[in-house]
């Protein structure tokens, strides 16, 4: 008699608590998750906020986002990018930017005599009339969407990644890729507080609660010296939440073996 297949239901956010940004009727959504988690033989999801909410009658699993730590080696050796002319240390922002980003945060970083970089597209003019305002100060650049490939540029000029996100219950239950992604370039992380970025355990990441202390925190951290021993620290946090890492403990989750050699990124 040959098993049952398996099924694996895998919540990469709380889509309910982000109907609005998904376009979708919150009622729809959580009727569809509910079918998704009867049929699955394994749930899990990026964060225990998502888990502790199902009612289900089996274990669950968490399996926070991973990073591709690879596309980020040879960043400090990526070509420069020809639309960023920078003064001083550079802050940035790498990501959609919508409802789930903290404009108040950004207008606070603005106003410090440090360069904020925001890369990525603007969600459905979002931020209105106070965007357009923000974009125009002399000490902050946005470049628009850029391709994946070339994120490492971007990064190369950055002292500092920021992950400033709202409070709010989409945000709460997320796992912010992008802080990986700094860490994983080599660059200082300064986030507001998330229990998915909490959850990572280092100080190698600083929180702030309040814009003018996000402020302080991403000039201070953007002035330090570039020192090799943290950079190295980040880089080696970054490695032990890869893809190939999540990938194996998912394998391990659902009783499957490994097929080949599963490595690490390439440090």
């Known amino acids: 008699m040959s098993s049952a297949p398996t099924r694996v239901y895998y919540a990469t956010d709380a889509y309910d608590a982000g109907a ?9 959504l959580r009727e569809l998750e509910r079918r998704r988690l009867v049929e699955a033989t394994h749930v899990g999801a990026v ?35 020809d639309d960023v002319q920078a003064q001083g240390p550079v802050v940035g922002v790498v990501g959609h930017l919508s409802a789930r980003i903290d404009l108040d945060v950004l207008e606070a970083v603005a106003a ?3 360069t904020l970089l925001l890369v990525g597209p603007r969600v459905e003019q979002w931020g209105g009339q106070r965007f357009e305002e923000l974009v125009q100060r002399p000490n902050v650049v946005w470049v628009g969407n850029k391709a994946y490939a070339e994120l490492p540029s971007y990064l190369r000029v950055m002292d500092v990644g920021l992950t400033p996100y709202v409070t709010s219950a989409f945000n709460q239950a997320s796992s912010p890729l992008k802080t990986l992604e700094y860490l994983a370039a080599g660059r200082a992380a300064l986030s507001t507080p998330l229990p998915g970025v909490t959850a990572l355990d280092t100080e190698l990441v600083e929180c702030a609660s309040t814009p003018h202390a996000f402020a302080v925190a991403a000039e201070r ?23 190939d890492s999540r990938a194996r403990q998912l394998l391990e989750i659902i009783g499957l073996p490994a097929r080949g050699e599963v490595t690490t990124g390439s440090r």
Do not use: C, K, M
């Open 112 to 114: 410090r005599p440090i």
């Open 221 to 243: 951290l953007a002035r330090r010296d570039r020192d090799d021993a943290l950079v190295r620290a980040r880089r080696e946090l970054a490695y032990t939440h890869d893809w």
């Open 47 to 81: 964060s225990s906020v998502i888990t502790d909410g199902w009612q289900v009658d089996r274990p669950t699993f968490v399996l926070p986002n991973g990073a591709n730590t690879r596309h980020y080696v040879g960043v400090d050796d990526a070509p420069l990018p």
């Open 20 to 28: 609005d940004l998904l376009g979708r009727d919150p009622g729809w």
